[in-house]
Every structure is written in C-alpha cells, then in structure tokens.
C-alpha cells in the first residue's frame, strides 16, 4: 500500500543533513535514488517493473536454470574441502553478482570492476549519518557504471549479442526512449545492475538479507536451535 509505505524518495533522508552545496554536488547521486525500480511508487513502479518483465519472460528465466546450479556447485565446491563457509561471502554475496553481470553482458575479465561497482554504489545503506565524501565515492561508482554500460551498449550496436545491452529496444515501454540519456539510466541495464547492489556484501550480518541466513543457520526455520 504506496499510501502507507510509500518506497519513492525513501533513500534520500541520507542526504537530509548536508549542506545546499554538497547536495549539489551529490546531484546524480539524488537523482539516481529518486527514481527507479526499488525508489518508485505506482505508476512509475508499475511501468519500470514491465520493462524487467520483458527482459525476463518464462522463457529466459528457465534458460538461466542450468547456468545457476553450476555456479552454485562451483562456489559449494570451492569451500568444501575447508570444512565451513560464510554464506554471505562464499555464496550469497558472488552468486548474484556473477549472474546479474553475465545477464548484462560484461565479460568475465571485468566483472570484478563490476562487482567493486555494485557495493560501492549502496555501500552507504544502513551506516547511518554520511560526509558527503563518503556519499561522493558511491556517486563515483555509479557514474562509472553507466558510463561503462554506455560504452557496452554502444559497442553492442556494433556487434549485436544475445544480452541485455545487445537487446535495449526490446524492453523499452512508452516514455522510456525519449533521449540518450534517458535510455541509459531508465533501461533495462541500468536497473539489473543497479539490483546487483543490493546482494548481501560480506562481513557482520545486515540486513534482511545477511540477518536472516545468518537466523536460519542459527536457530533453524522451526525457531529452536538446531
């Protein structure tokens, strides 16, 4: 219900305490976090949500099945022979990231740059009141992102692959093709990778995410220890 929880804008209060000026550098960094999939209400999260469907038909989700399970057995046989694991940094934490950076066409090479991008970018959720420099290295990140993806998809007109970037025209909807600009922060793109930010990041439990492995693994799904 948008008209009591309401998602638009809810990043912004960790702008609330800086000056007239650093907001105005952090102007990108605003903008960024006042729209978008998980910063909208309906209508705007409804039409936002429609391009991910398009991307994401039936079809192309269950593509993705046998790629997933080989990951996952990648990374379970990684740790195997030490004995543990952290959830969040052997297999929470990468298995998103490698996923959501194949789906978006960076090559292999590259997606450790993609994967330091994505923390960096929300890596000031949840820490409390910020110095606009703190904010300033997430608003780095995130223009490099874009700029990089601007790149791929140019490249991708080029040399047309079967990937999100080789593929923009198919998931826009009506309003979404206005400028280059616009394409690039409202695509299809811009927004998976921008969810890759939010896959659980290593260290002490947080969020709902890391808290609630971390609660399962400690006191099972029935509520006492197991």
């Not at 297999?91 to 590259?110: F, M, W, Y």
């Not at 939010?198 to 492995?213: D, E, F, H, K």
Request: charged fraction near 25%.
């Amino acid at each position: 219900d948008a008209r009591h929880f309401s998602s638009r804008g809810r990043m912004l209060g960790t702008l609330a305490h800086l000056s007239t000026d650093e907001r105005a550098r952090l102007k990108p960094f605003e903008e960024h976090f006042s729209v978008g999939l998980i910063n909208s209400d309906p209508p705007d999260h409804t039409r936002i949500r429609a391009l991910v469907n398009k991307a994401f038909p039936p079809r192309v989700v269950e593509q993705l099945r046998p790629r997933i399970q080989d990951l996952v057995n990648e990374l379970l046989d990684a740790v195997q022979g030490l004995g543990e694991m952290d959830v969040v940094r052997d297999l929470a934490h990468p298995l998103p990231a490698t996923v959501i950076s194949g789906l978006l066409g960076v090559p292999p090479e590259d997606r450790g740059q993609f994967k330091v991008w994505a923390d960096s970018i929300l890596s000031f959720q949840g820490a409390g009141v910020l110095p606009a420099e703190f904010l300033e290295l997430s608003q780095d990140s995130l223009l490099a992102m874009r700029a990089y993806f601007r790149g791929l998809i140019a490249e991708r007109s080029r040399h047309p692959h079967d990937d999100l970037p080789g593929r923009p025209g198919r998931a826009d909807t009506d309003g979404d093709r206005r400028t280059a600009g616009g394409r690039l922060t409202k695509s299809v793109p811009a927004r998976v990778a921008e969810c890759a930010s939010l896959a659980p990041r290593p260290g002490p439990p947080r969020g709902r995410r890391g808290s609630g492995g971390h609660g399962v693994l400690g006191h099972g799904l029935g509520g006492g220890r197991r």
